[in-house]
């Protein structure tokens, strides 16, 4: 077979061109700190290092959402805080205003207190975040929650709820509404008179909501009415019924003294009439909700009202108390839900943290250079470039001309 002369150089050129490439290719893997340069240098190993990218882009995401919901936790619990710390100054002026030695000034002036500290509530209620947000609207971020319409503060916003995604699976609240905070509050559980001879006073609280709690029936409003009868004997007796006049279980009963008091599940029964006489009757009354701002105008106005007195007066300030006390409660269960996001969160952002760090060095194992590797590849590839010029050079002379 004959070669010829532009083939011997051709051939040679092109080991020479393909050696500078591997040298290039060397070089480049060292720049770039990349294993991989194109998809050819490990298909395997290139899928591979595009889905653990993908789950370390998510992951970073992930992580940055947790920052996010971290911050909003923060500042809502800084904010509850001080909605506790002016509860309870403001239940600390509640219990000193029921003190027999306060007259009309003494009653003026705790009312001005607490309208300074209705004032802090409405700006803790109304708080916003850095970016002007309201905490507590909901998805009504730019609506102010509480207003007040010249009688009542109302709230504004919505019931929405806002979930951060954390990981890929795990969303956490980043933020509660006015409505559930402070709005979603009982009101003191009280009784209505509905005979004209019978009077119903709350003395024990505890146990009378307890007994509401269990028996008040919102569907029939009839089965939350009591009779009380009564029977003239040797003693004389009562009885308390229910709606229809049916014995409770167990029997309510007991002797009767007109005038004396009959205890029944922290409510004091008074009735006036002799034994024998007709049937008097009392409800349960439904129960209401409103929010703490309105509680206190309803106590302040009570405080400055000197005609209000006696067990007017007392039932003013057990309302007052009663909701303050459920309004504290509401607020603490909310500060315990967000510590429980909190350290949801820190579990979460725990766990992301060392599966990023995991598929990170799974990426670098697959994609990175290892360099004493790449340096003995580069020098080989040199070795091959320096071998390639120098058989190139001797080809070249294989001609007669070079020797005659």
């Not at 947790?66 to 911050?71: A, H, I, P, Q, S």
């Not at 009982?186 to 024990?204: A, C, H, P, Q, Y």
Request: no cysteine; aromatic share 8%; glycine share 6%.
């Amino acid at each position: 077979m004959r070669v010829s002369s532009i083939n011997l150089y051709q051939s040679s050129l092109n080991g020479v061109l393909n050696s500078q490439q591997q040298v290039e290719k060397m070089n480049q893997h060292l720049i770039t700190n990349k294993k991989l340069l194109t998809a050819a240098d490990g298909p395997s190993d290139m899928s591979k290092t595009m889905f653990l990218t993908t789950e370390i882009t998510l992951t970073e995401q992930h992580l940055k959402n947790g920052t996010l919901l971290e911050n909003a936790l923060n500042f809502e619990e800084s904010t509850l805080d001080g909605m506790i710390n002016a509860m309870q100054r403001a239940r600390v002026l509640g219990v000193q205003s029921g003190d027999g030695l306060n007259g009309e000034a003494e009653r003026k002036s705790l009312a001005q207190e607490l309208r300074q500290i209705q004032a802090q509530m409405v700006d803790f209620m109304n708080s916003q975040n850095a970016d002007g947000s309201y905490v507590f609207s909901g998805f009504q971020t730019q609506k102010q929650p509480y207003v007040f319409d010249g009688t009542d503060y109302n709230y504004q916003g919505d019931a929405g709820v806002n979930e951060l995604k954390v990981s890929s699976s795990v969303y956490i609240q980043s933020n509660d509404t006015g409505q559930e905070v402070f709005d979603n509050v009982f009101k003191r559980f009280v009784t209505n008179d509905l005979s004209g001879n019978i009077n119903t006073t709350i003395t024990d609280q505890r146990a009378y909501d307890s007994f509401h709690k269990l028996n008040y029936d919102p569907i029939t409003p009839a089965n939350n009415t009591y009779q009380v009868q009564t029977t003239a004997g040797a003693p004389d007796t009562y009885e308390i019924l229910d709606s229809g006049g049916a014995s409770l279980v167990p029997p309510e009963t007991g002797d009767y003294v007109p005038g004396q008091s009959i205890n029944f599940n922290g409510v004091d029964i008074n009735i006036s009439t002799p034994a024998g006489s007709a049937n008097e009757s009392f409800e349960l009354a439904p129960p209401d909700k409103d929010n703490v701002l309105n509680m206190l105008s309803e106590y302040i106005v009570a405080l400055e009202d000197p005609s209000l007195v006696g067990d007017a007066y007392v039932e003013k300030q057990s309302d007052f108390l009663v909701g303050l006390d459920n309004s504290l409660e509401s607020v603490n269960l909310t500060l315990g839900s967000i510590g429980a996001r909190g350290n949801s969160l820190e579990a979460v952002r725990s766990a992301a943290s060392s599966m990023d760090l995991i598929n990170q060095k799974s990426r670098a194992s697959l994609s990175e250079v290892d360099f004493a590797e790449a340096v003995s590849n580069l020098q080989k590839a040199e070795l091959a470039l320096n071998t390639s010029y120098s058989s190139y050079s001797r080809i070249s002379q294989l001609s007669l001309f070079n020797y005659l």
